[in-house]
């Protein structure tokens, strides 16, 4: 059986974090080398601390942790990237809160994925220098349920498996994905979806970034992409997001 190192340097993403005791800090991280773990900053909440502006909230930094009863502690911290672009926009907070929100909910604790670890530093990244944030956020979405293993259905119909055709089709969310116009209207739920719409997200599931990178959604169609995604992500949590309402009010109210 294999004995975990006492101590570990790795790069993470700050989370989330709470108080904790009188002047620490209790800080979800999601690392290079071990997933998503839970982590306390002593004596943050002084004025003194040197490690405080290294752990906000979608924080890219280096990390020395050690191995606690229950946490790991952070001994040291250097940022690596503190994404300023996005911390100075609110919509770009929204859509950082809810890219991570959903990251948190989907992982368990210490179950390392390179690939989610990556998809999250680059999509954080995309959102800091990006002129237009939501393309960056309905790739996460596509590549986030492939990795996760709810990849939908896009190409044959979730239902008779036949080959979907050039023309608007139907999607249901509990067969996972498109349906063609012979099953949809017998399956309960399934909603009409049009060609362009899945076109679209045909476009992201089987292409990198940079090969989408010039694509201009619509204000219409992104509302559209936005609404499908987020109750694919609803069903199979089996609970709502928080961040979907956040980001909807900051755009009400600019």
Known sequence: MSIKARTIRTDAIVLRHRDW???????????????KVQAIAKGIRKIRSRKAGHLEPFTSANLLLARGRDFFIITQAETIDP??????????????SYIIE????????????LQLYQL????????NKETEPSLAVRYYEIRLLDLLGYRPHLFQCANCESEIKPQ??????????????????????????????????RHFQRNSYQAISNVRLSP????????????????????NLNSPSFLQHIKDHQ
Request: charged share 30%; with cysteine; net charge neutral.
């Open 220 to 239: 219409e169609l992104n509302r559209t992409l936005e609404s499908l995604m987020q109750e694919y992500f609803k069903y199979y949590l089996e609970r």
């Open 120 to 127: 999250l530093k680059e999509t954080l990244t995309r959102l």
């Open 168 to 201: 608007d089709q139907y999607f249901s969310i509990s067969l996972g994905g498109v349906l063609c116009p012979n099953c949809g209207p017998a399956i309960p739920g399934a909603k009409k979806i049009t060609m362009n719409t899945l076109k679209y997200l």
């Open 21 to 35: 005791g009188e002047a620490d800090r209790l800080l979800w991280l999601y690392t290079r080398k071990e997933g």
């Open 102 to 113: 959903l990251l948190d909910r989907f992982t368990h604790d210490e179950q390392d994925n």
């Open 83 to 96: 994404y300023l672009t996005v911390r100075e926009d609110l919509i770009r907070v929204g859509y950082a």
